[in-house]
């Protein structure tokens, strides 16, 4: 099975902030990479699929970057909207682990 | 639009079954996957298994194989998933999500409101 390790585990920051999570895959997944926001008591929103392709909807201040084992999730200028808990998912294999999750606080 | 609305919230008790439904509508219900995932109290995102809602093939995660099953009937565009010998560790909010392809990449793109199950004696 392949692990996927975030990094940080929580980060505080401000309004306005440019904002870098780290996700590592035990092995290569190529761009097999997606990365989703969840608030509270809410299901999971899908931000970003094929590690840097954008879903439709979601603000241009998010992008993502990375192949192989390394990708990181990038918030350009946080918004008071994008307080939240952010989890990446490989879908190179079955099954499809997430990490562990980064929850964004205010600082 | 799409949707997908789920079954409310149930109690059981250890030892007991539980279905939780998960009814699709806006779309071809038989083009696209479900997978079901569940998150634990304070706790992070867990792939519980797949099903094609085209031929009704599954694929469970090794952890769940022999007590869960999950199934579709595609007359009311509904999926279910059923597990059975609950344990209070099984005590979660389970949700349905639609797997969707993106050039090669599946993700997954419309979710469930999510069902809270409690397993307590």
């Known amino acids: 099975d392949i692990q996927m390790t975030q990094s940080p585990s929580s980060l505080s920051a401000s309004v306005g902030d440019r904002v870098t999570i780290t996700c590592r895959a035990s092995?290569?997944?190529?761009?097999?990479l997606n990365w989703y926001q969840q608030k509270p008591g809410k299901a999971p929103k899908l931000l970003i699929y094929?590690?840097?392709s954008l879903q439709s909807g979601v603000p241009s201040r998010f992008s993502g970057s990375g192949s192989g084992t390394d990708f990181t999730l990038t918030i350009s200028s946080l918004q008071p909207e994008d307080f939240a808990t952010y989890y990446c998912?490989?879908?190179?294999?079955?099954?499809?682990?997430f990490g562990q999750g980064t929850k964004l606080e205010i600082k | 639009q799409v949707q997908l609305v789920q079954s409310g919230a149930e109690v059981k008790k250890p030892g007991a079954s539980v279905k939780v439904s998960c009814k699709a509508s806006?779309?071809?219900?038989?083009?696209?996957?479900i997978s079901w995932v569940r998150q634990a109290p304070g706790q992070g995102l867990e792939w519980m298994g797949w099903?094609?809602?085209?031929?009704?093939?599954?694929n469970y995660a090794q952890k769940l194989q022999g007590r869960v099953t999950m199934t579709t009937d595609t007359s009311t565009s509904t999926a279910y998933m059923e597990l059975r010998s609950l344990r209070s560790d099984d005590t979660a909010v389970y949700y349905c999500?639609?797997?969707?392809?993106?050039?090669?990449?599946?993700?997954?793109?419309?979710w469930g409101q999510g069902t809270l199950v409690t397993v307590s004696s």
């Open positions: 999500a639609r797997d969707s392809t993106f050039g090669g990449v599946i993700g997954f793109d419309y």
């Open positions: 806006g779309y071809t219900f038989t083009s696209y996957g």
């Open positions: 099903i094609s809602a085209y031929n009704g093939n599954t």
């Open positions: 092995q290569s997944i190529s761009s097999y």
């Open positions: 094929a590690a840097s």
């Open positions: 998912q490989q879908s190179y294999s079955t099954p499809p682990f």
